[in-house]
């Protein structure tokens, strides 16, 4: 686990309570914020799974679509992205593309994994968000996993419907 500051537990349990949101939106238990330099909090998103099963809607990929249409580039440079859970290989290129310069996760993608099983619903990618950041050109710190025991207990009971 990486150290964090208070400010990055306090945001990422904002992150948490989006998920919860998500969950009592019908959708999967995954949430996500994007936070300036100066602490506010600039975009929220839920998982938009639901209704269309729509396989790409993770909040993180939501979250950069909706910062690269309103966000300048300085702004998302020093922005901070905060998940639920680690961004998968497709959320993690939309984060890298849309320029946000920092990541916050909570619930690794390996842990995550063993979670969510075989569901046929989240299929996922065990490769670290790290690796697809270090692939690129530009460096983008990342944080975690952190409060991964909270970030679990989002997913208790889900994925055994």
Not at 33 to 48: S, W
Request: hydrophobic share 40%; with cysteine; charged share 20%.
């Amino acid at each position: 686990m990486d150290s964090a500051s208070e400010p990055d537990k306090h945001f990422l349990r904002l992150s948490f309570a989006v998920a919860r949101r998500s969950l009592m939106h019908g959708n999967h238990p995954f949430g996500c914020i994007i936070v300036g330099a100066d602490g506010n909090v600039l975009i929220e998103a839920e998982n938009g799974y639901m209704p269309d099963h729509d396989g790409t809607a993770h909040a993180e990929r939501l979250a950069a679509t909706q910062a690269c249409r309103t966000l300048g580039r300085e702004v998302l440079a020093s922005a901070t992205l905060y998940s639920s859970a680690e961004p998968c290989a497709m959320c993690s290129g939309a984060i890298y593309w849309a320029g946000i310069g920092r990541v916050v996760y909570g619930l690794g993608e390996h842990r995550l994994r063993g979670i969510t099983g075989n569901h046929p619903e989240n299929p996922t990618l065990d490769l670290p968000c790290r690796d697809v950041f270090a692939s690129g050109q530009r460096s983008t710190e990342v944080v975690g996993p952190l409060l991964e025991d909270e970030a679990a207990a989002l997913h208790d009971g889900m994925w055994t419907k």
